[in-house]
């Protein structure tokens, strides 16, 4: 089956406890076996800085669906778990945010992009993404080799949930 990438977010409510309830309903929904979950991570907000800062993480699974039925289904467990996209603002507040940055190593660019066009900008889905796949090609480059480029300042592993 193929794997994809999976970026999860929030800052808005307890996130921790929204991820331990999506990630069952992303592999449910989607028939999706959980290969590789990062640790969480709380990081300074992006795009719109005047916010709380979010918790981010990442996770690895195998799935059936192809890509475009993988987003669809993403964007109804965001929707279930409080997140209303028609009223928010863009890089602001948010329960649960879930981007598919990639889907084993295809490459689409009509309706959905494939790999995610901006991952390899973003250190707070680099950071997770390094304790999953670090030197997974993902459209010819690493999470490893992106991430060099980057600075991590204000990102701060949580500790582990028990």
């Known amino acids: 089956m ?10 808005v409510g307890d996130v921790r406890a929204t991820f331990r309830r999506a990630i069952p309903m ?3 929904m989607t028939q999706a076996a959980l290969l590789a979950r990062s640790s969480d991570y709380a990081t300074p907000p992006w795009g719109e800085e005047q916010q709380d800062r979010f918790v981010n993480a990442c996770i690895a699974i195998d799935t059936s669906l192809d890509p475009h039925a993988l987003l669809f289904s993403l964007h109804k467990i965001e929707q279930r778990l409080g997140r209303d996209r028609a009223n928010e603002r ?7 945010d879930l981007d598919l940055l990639a889907y084993d190593d295809v490459s689409i660019d009509h309706g959905l ?17 390094m304790d999953i796949a670090p030197d997974q090609s993902i459209g010819g480059r690493t999470p490893r080799e992106a991430l060099a480029a980057l600075s991590t300042d204000g990102i701060e592993r949580l500790p582990d949930l028990h």
């Open 113 to 129: 992009r494939l790999p995610h066009p901006r991952m390899f900008e973003r250190a707070f889905v680099l950071v997770p993404l």
């Open 26 to 28: 992303i592999c449910g």
């Open 2 to 11: 193929p794997e994809a990438l999976i970026a999860l977010g929030g800052n």
């Open 90 to 96: 863009r890089w602001g507040p948010r329960t649960l």
